[in-house]
């Protein structure tokens, strides 16, 4: 896509800028990723990512949550328009073209074929074993950090909510579910499974309090010694 397709240019750090090993301060080190993501809004933005590194331990490479949680990885549509072409496939019962039609009246380009694949992968990732991969990802973070830092995003599409879970360090999704609003009981069944009273939980990154009955929902569950970060506002 062409620059001067682009509406505007957001570029973001990590959250957190201190190494959760030593405590030193992080410094930059090359960009994560930069490129171009249509949003459900109409507007095409481009997202850098920029990567910090630890000048003392030199291992992992940190980046923007907010930042990860805009795109799925490798993917140049904003999450929302992804559960969006879930939603009409699910809800609303309509085909490729149909939906190819809906994006076009909110000034999004996709054709067919990308309609077919991101629903493909977006319904591998949704039918995963999450239980499997959350224990796993919780067992590494806590071997190599000696704590879990995850992030919690919520998508709103019309009645149904969308809970995205991601690996603070990698950034992959561990997580990813449907459910029938804010308020459905199955979520906070879900999220209770995950982060109740789970003292190895330090942080956890969601949306902006003050916006959504999410983070109240979240800090209910949580024990009190886990932190709750908002994700930067956009």
Same mark, same amino acid.
């Given at each position: 896509? /062409? ?6 240019? /957001? ?11 030593? $405590? ?18 109409? !507007? ?16 992992? *490479? ?11 990885? $490798?993917?140049?549509?904003?999450? %929302? ?10 809800? +609303?019962? %309509? $085909? ?17 074929? +990308? *309609? ?6 977006? !319904? ?10 959350? %224990? ?20 709103? *599409?019309?009645?149904?909510?969308? *809970?995205?879970? @991601?690996? #603070? #360090?990698?950034? +992959? =999704? ?18 209770? %499974? ?6 190895? =939980?330090?942080?956890? #990154?969601?949306?902006?309090? @003050? ?10 569950? =949580?024990?009190? !010694?886990?932190?709750?970060?908002? #994700?930067?506002?956009?």
């Amino acid at each position: 896509m /062409k620059d001067n397709n682009v509406n505007a240019t /957001k570029i973001y750090k990590p959250e957190i800028l201190i190494c959760p090993i030593c $405590g030193n301060n992080l410094k930059y080190c090359y960009t994560i990723s930069n490129k171009t993501v249509q949003f459900s809004s109409g !507007k095409t933005i481009r997202i850098k990512n920029l990567g910090y590194k630890c000048p003392r331990c030199n291992d992992d *490479v940190f980046f923007s949550q907010t930042a990860n949680k805009l795109a799925f990885k $490798g993917y140049t549509y904003s999450a %929302k328009t992804v559960c969006i072409i879930d939603y009409e496939k699910i809800v +609303n019962k %309509k $085909g490729r073209e149909a939906i190819c039609d809906f994006l076009a009246n909110k000034n999004i380009e996709i054709s067919d074929r +990308n *309609v077919d694949i991101i629903y493909k992968r977006f !319904k591998e990732i949704i039918e995963r074993n999450h239980d499997e991969i959350i %224990k796993e990802a919780f067992s590494n973070m806590m071997n190599k950090y000696n704590e879990i830092r995850i992030c919690l995003d919520l998508i709103t *599409v019309n009645e149904k909510s969308y *809970v995205i879970m @991601y690996d #603070f #360090f990698t950034g +992959n =999704i561990i997580g990813l579910w449907r459910f029938n609003g804010v308020e459905d009981e199955a979520l906070k069944d879900t999220l209770a %499974k995950y982060i109740e009273n789970n003292d190895d =939980i330090s942080t956890i #990154f969601s949306v902006r309090g @003050y916006v959504s009955k999410f983070v109240p929902i979240i800090k209910s569950m =949580i024990s009190k !010694k886990t932190k709750v970060y908002a #994700f930067l506002k956009f």
